[in-house]
């Protein structure tokens, strides 16, 4: 049997990752867009991975896994692919794959809240809660104003990333990884 620490190493340091990557946005907010885009798209496929990683495990143990874990590492996946293979496009690609991401993300951990309730006690899972309801709004918001979201991505994409930094950091800590 494996003794666990509870502490997710990876998750923590993807955390803190993108808390400094959400600080740095706010920063430099002229080189954001431009000087960034390998960092996001080396992010979005790691949250990819993650997601997939996610369904892969989740199947193994229940069998079956949670399909909206499967769509949302593949659209990261591409996301940061994309990001990481055209990076003079991905300005102009960030003002609709950023809401993407941030719409599928969220739906994607708001198919994880029975679980994470389950596992990790209901601070979290109302922790959870709030921020991916947040991630939704704001995802929509740049999804339908696309004008707005040009001029306030960098803003936009700071804050969001910064919440989604501290929610990972927080699962770190949390006791869901002992299950696995």
Known sequence: MKRRSGLGWIGLLVGILLVALGIFTFIR??????????????????????????????????????????VSGILSLLAGLMLLLHPGAGRWAMSLLFPLWFIAHCISQFSHLPMIRMVAGNAY???????????????????????????????????????????TIILAFSHLGDRW
């Open 29 to 70: 907010p002229g080189a954001a867009l431009t000087g960034l885009v390998f960092l996001y798209g080396s992010l979005a496929v790691c949250t990819g991975i993650g997601d997939l990683i996610f369904y892969v495990k989740t199947e193994r143990h229940t069998g079956f896994g949670p399909t909206i874990s499967l």
């Open 125 to 167: 899972y109302y922790i959870s809660l709030i921020l991916n309801i947040l991630g939704l709004v704001l995802g929509f918001i740049l999804l339908l104003s696309p004008a707005a979201a040009l001029f306030s991505l960098n803003l936009i994409i700071g804050f969001y990333l910064i919440i989604l930094g501290l929610d």
